[in-house]
C-alpha cells in the first residue's frame, strides 16, 4: 500500500543489470556511465544476466505461440472455400 516513491526517473537504478559492451553489474549507478570500460549505458545498453537467455527464449516461444494458431487460421481461411465447394454435395 505504500510504494517506494523513485526521487527521480532518468536516476533511477535499474533492476539487475549490466553493461551491454563489458557486461560489468551496473546496478545502483547513478549516472549512465559504465564505471568498468566507460561506455554509455544508453548507447551500448544494458542487459541482464539472469533473465537475458530466458526472455529471449520467452519471447521466441510467444511469437511461436502466437504465430501457430495465426498461421493455422491463415491456412483455414485459405483452405476452407475450397473444402466447402469441394464437400460432399451428394444432392
Ligand atoms: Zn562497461
Do not use: Q
Not at 13 to 29: I, N, S
Not at 45 to 56: F, K
Request: hydrophobic fraction near 40%; glycine fraction near 14%; include cysteine.
Amino acid at each position: 500500500m505504500n510504494p517506494p516513491a523513485p526521487p527521480d526517473a532518468a536516476a533511477a537504478a535499474p533492476p539487475p543489470a549490466a553493461c551491454g559492451r563489458c557486461g560489468y553489474d551496473v546496478r545502483g549507478l547513478s549516472s549512465f556511465t559504465c564505471p568498468e570500460c566507460g561506455s554509455d549505458l544508453r548507447e551500448v545498453g544494458i542487459v541482464r544476466p539472469r533473465s537475458r537467455r530466458g526472455l529471449d527464449v520467452g519471447w521466441k516461444l510467444l511469437i511461436l505461440a502466437v504465430g501457430w494458431p495465426v498461421g493455422a487460421l491463415a491456412l483455414l481461411l485459405i483452405v476452407s472455400p475450397f473444402v466447402t465447394t469441394s464437400g460432399p454435395g451428394g444432392n
